[in-house]
């Protein structure tokens, strides 16, 4: 069946760090493939997505490319800001379902 | 725009007594609707999804149901809660091959 799996946390990185944050899916198919965050307490958000092969996602300083021949979707942004501390998930689908990779705590410190 | 209401936000239940928890959604016709957990300290289970009205998909077997009595209501529901039940419930809405749009989530804390 299909799955998603992603790198376990949490992730400690000090503010400015580069981060990375690995995803990679088994589908039958071509997925579309997305990238959730969820702050403490809160419902989940989309962060950005993507829905072919080399696709690149990108919002708020975040960015992630579809990628067919490694069947990876990592995420990744330059320089990490405390207000970036959050569980990021790792999702794909590619008919009715949204399956959802176990989530990496990302913490941020000044 | 199209906006998801789920409720309650919180909920202590004591083992036994039934569940029931409801999420709506607006400005759209015939979404796809799920149901999924997240446990403490783990991910995001999908428990429920319908792409339709009385359509039900179970991922999950275990003690809770869903119903969709209608074409933008989803409600999860349980005869007797178990310890393990507790976590955080949250509903979403999609169209196939699109994203999902979360409600804010229901905290269930079963003692």
């Known amino acids: 069946g299909n799955s998603v799996t992603q790198m376990e946390g949490p992730v400690t990185l000090s503010e400015e760090a580069f981060l990375t944050i690995n995803c990679t899916y088994t589908?039958?198919?071509?997925?579309?493939l997305f990238w959730y965050v969820q702050y403490p307490g809160e419902g989940l958000q989309l962060l950005l997505k993507?829905?072919?092969?080399?696709d690149k996602g990108s919002n708020k300083g975040f960015e992630a490319t579809y990628r067919k021949e490694t069947t990876s979707f990592h995420l990744e942004k330059g320089s990490v800001q405390v207000s970036d501390s959050a569980v990021y998930f790792c999702?794909?689908?590619?008919?009715?379902?949204?399956?959802f990779g176990t989530g990496t705590r990302l913490q941020v410190f000044p | 725009s199209q906006t998801i209401h789920q409720w309650p936000a919180t909920l202590v239940q004591p083992v036994g007594s039934p569940l029931s928890l409801e999420c709506t959604v607006e400005?759209?016709?015939?979404?796809?609707l799920y149901w999924y957990r997240q446990a403490a300290g783990r991910g995001l289970q999908l428990l429920f999804y319908?792409?339709?009205?009385?359509?039900i998909s179970s991922e999950v077997p275990q003690n809770l149901s869903a119903s969709r009595p209608q074409d933008r209501q989803f409600i999860l529901s349980s005869k007797k809660l178990l310890l393990s039940d507790s976590g955080f419930y949250l509903c979403?809405?999609?169209?196939?091959?699109?994203?999902?749009?979360f409600g804010q989530g229901t905290r269930l804390t079963v003692v």
């Open positions: 589908a039958t198919g071509y997925p579309s």
């Open positions: 400005g759209t016709s015939n979404p796809n």
């Open positions: 319908s792409v339709g009205i009385g359509q």
């Open positions: 999702a794909g689908g590619n008919t009715d379902k949204l399956i």
């Open positions: 993507a829905t072919k092969a080399d």
């Open positions: 979403a809405w999609k169209r196939t091959r699109r994203d999902a749009f």
